[in-house]
């Protein structure tokens, strides 16, 4: 029995604060009803409502109780009981109707995270804040208490106040019931630069609210201002404390200046646009930065590949010569034309280079792991030459089949560079790939040169070909990740070859023309250390 009190507590703790919050919300927004039917200009405790059946549709009755209590605690003693129960009633099934096609048709694990939620959420919204206005009006019209002017202008009054609290209040609501979306508005306010903004908030209510009446209208699009700034800086997060912030400034002055009911009302719609505005650009705001860290990951994963593919090449090496060492050491041993002194040597000499390699096979899986784990970038002086000349060498046999000819040109002395080898070779080896590639393309025969001299502080890389070139309309998306246009590949090798060179502090580029002409550049000083460890 004590098991089931803890429970128990908790609901009846949730069912008292929803009726307290809702009632709250009521008579804060309790202003200025219109035609006698208690029809206000902005209704944020419908979305509270929404909100709650989102949660948990058995909840209906108690929106039904909370509707009840504010019409009798806010707006006074009904005059006709029986038509305000079912006034309510109507409402709270519109509401739970409005929540279950949410439910159905919005993601739930994060509130708004894409345009069709967003498209989706302001559908939904408004066709049932007009369904809820129909019935609640119809009903006290079927009663014989309807509108004293026409039924159709107080539909559309109230549709407008429910469409407007629920779309403002709604995804504050969703924000506050997900963790992550807790997280972003707690983070949101914590900065300066959303102080900042609230500010200009303030400042373009009091701009729009002390011109004359009918310039209301005139100056009310600086508010778009705002809102655009926060929710291209916060995404969906700054909209909402935005449309939040405003719609309560916007509520505060209409009460605090004379005007009409339908000035009112006008507002209230551009307070609409307003928010679905801001709720646009900043979902769309968000879904880029979420595929930015998606393509980073995809990014990171292909670079991982090709660095496998660079170090497997690195550490065969020195595998062929611990080989070549093991069948050293069998032959010194079956050896007799020999002394033991002279053997004891020989066997020194190759132990020290069997550990050299060992050393260097070490390194190289230590590397590879080191990527894996951060993708960090390891600078060391290098020789650069000796870079080119590898690479160059271990390209030859993909160029002499397909009868492309390789020449360097390398300057002589030149100073060792802050590098990581197997990356800077990872790049060559892209760059050269595609060179020959595109001699294939010729009717001459292919030709590739790869030269090297210094440029000012840098070391500059060039690696020209005789094949087609590189159109100017090619050059903008040359360097994004995207579709291959050579069969199997990945179309990620140039921008990881461009993030490789630009950690070490360099640049990448192509020059356009009726040939193949790659550049990059290595700084011969050593780079900002944010640079040098950057992924």
Request: charged share 15%.
């Amino acid at each position: 029995m004590c098991a089931g009190l803890g429970p128990s507590l908790r609901r009846w703790g949730v069912q008292l604060a929803f009726v307290l919050v809702f009632l709250a919300l009521d008579w804060v927004s309790y202003i200025r009803p219109f035609q006698g039917l208690n029809i206000t200009p902005w209704n944020p405790h419908p979305a509270l409502a929404v909100a709650l059946l989102m949660w948990n549709r058995r909840y209906l009755w108690l929106v039904w109780l909370a509707l009840v209590t504010a019409e009798l605690a806010v707006r006074g003693v009904p005059a006709d009981w029986l038509a305000t129960l079912a006034a309510t009633a109507t409402l709270a099934f519109a509401y739970a109707a409005i929540a279950r096609a949410l439910t159905l048709r919005v993601e739930s694990t994060l509130a708004l995270a894409t345009r069709r939620d967003l498209f989706w959420f302001a559908g939904i919204v408004i066709g049932g804040s007009l369904l809820a206005g129909g019935l609640y009006i119809a009903t006290f019209a079927a009663a014989g208490h309807g509108p004293s002017g026409p039924l159709h202008e107080a539909i559309a009054r109230f549709w407008v106040g429910d469409a407007v609290g629920i779309v403002v209040f709604l995804p504050m609501c969703l924000f506050l019931l997900d963790g992550k979306r807790r997280a972003s508005l707690v983070d949101t306010l914590r900065t300066r630069e959303w102080w900042l903004i609230a500010t200009l908030v303030c400042s373009m209510l009091f701009v729009v609210f002390s011109a004359e009446e009918g310039d209301h209208f005139k100056f009310f699009y600086l508010l778009f201002l705002p809102a655009v700034w926060a929710s291209a800086r916060f995404g969906v997060a700054g909209a909402v404390l935005c449309a939040a912030l405003t719609q309560g400034g916007l509520i505060i002055a209409l009460q605090s200046v004379p005007g009409s009911d339908l000035s009112v009302f006008e507002l209230q719609v551009l307070m609409a646009a307003l928010a679905l505005t801001g709720l646009m650009l900043g979902v769309t705001v968000d879904e880029r930065e979420r595929a930015a860290r998606e393509l980073k990951g995809s990014l990171h994963l292909a670079a991982a590949g090709q660095m496998a593919a660079a170090l497997a090449h690195e550490l065969s090496q020195p595998l062929t010569a611990l080989n070549q060492y093991a069948r050293a050491t069998r032959m010194l041993a079956e050896a007799t034309d020999m002394s033991d002194s002279e053997r004891l040597a020989r066997f020194a000499l190759v132990t020290a280079q069997i550990g050299d390699d060992a050393a260097r096979a070490t390194d190289v899986v230590r590397r590879l792991r080191d990527f894996f784990r951060s993708g960090g970038t390891q600078l060391r002086l290098a020789s650069l030459a000796h870079v080119i000349e590898e690479t160059v060498d271990g390209s030859r046999r993909r160029a002499n089949a397909q009868g492309t000819a390789i020449e360097k040109s390398v300057e002589q002395a030149l100073p060792p560079v802050l590098m990581d080898p197997v990356q800077i070779a990872v790049v060559l080896r892209n760059v050269l790939a595609n060179a020959i590639d595109a001699t294939a393309q010729g009717a001459a025969p292919g030709q590739v040169n790869v030269r090297a001299r210094m440029d000012k502080d840098t070391v500059l890389v060039e690696v020209l070909d005789n094949g087609p070139g590189v159109s100017k309309a090619k050059l903008q998306s040359l360097f994004e990740a995207g579709p291959s246009e050579k069969p199997g590949g990945m179309g990620v090798g140039l921008s990881i070859c461009r993030a490789i060179i630009e950690a070490h502090g360099g640049l990448l580029w192509v020059r356009p023309g009726p040939s193949g002409h790659f550049c990059f550049t290595l700084p011969v000083e050593q780079p900002p250390s944010k640079v040098a460890n950057a992924s």
